[in-house]
């Protein structure tokens, strides 16, 4: 059984920094997409960043050069590490997991229906 716990969380000053964790379970498959998902109260949800199985990563261009996604395969665990945070980066923030199905440019789909697994998610409120 799959199962992905996001955690890291919380309400910060626009500015600051938070780092999500997702602890990923029963999930064998070699090759393979992982990202973040978010979802504001009224807006459609929005692939924020992924990475393959081969490392390669991808970010949409709102978050571009404030987050960093990564994965420690050796502790099972994906993360998102977010930097100079704005009010508009308010939303739930899913962890998810699907196969590697790319998108042009090599890099993996943000088409959210393709990633089969996800998590609860964990809010994050950023404040001005």
């Known amino acids: 059984q799959v199962q992905l716990q996001e955690s890291g969380g919380g309400s910060v000053q626009a500015g600051g920094s938070l780092k999500l964790s997702c602890a990923v379970s029963?999930?064998?498959?070699?090759?393979?997409?992982m990202g973040w998902f978010r979802q504001a109260p009224g807006k459609e949800r929005e692939g924020v960043a992924t990475?393959?199985?081969?490392?390669?990563?991808s970010y949409a261009d709102s978050v571009k050069g404030r987050f960093t996604i990564s994965q420690d395969n050796a502790k099972n665990t994906l993360y998102l590490q977010m930097n100079s945070l704005k009010p508009e980066d308010t939303a739930m923030y899913y962890c998810?997991?699907?196969?590697?199905?790319?998108?042009?440019?090599?890099?993996?789909?943000?088409?959210?229906?393709?990633?089969?697994?996800w998590g609860q998610g964990t809010q994050v409120t950023v404040s001005s």
């Open positions: 998810v997991a699907g196969p590697r199905i790319m998108r042009s440019g090599g890099y993996c789909t943000t088409t959210s229906g393709i990633y089969n697994y």
């Open positions: 029963g999930y064998q498959y070699k090759t393979y997409c």
């Open positions: 990475i393959a199985s081969d490392g390669r990563t």
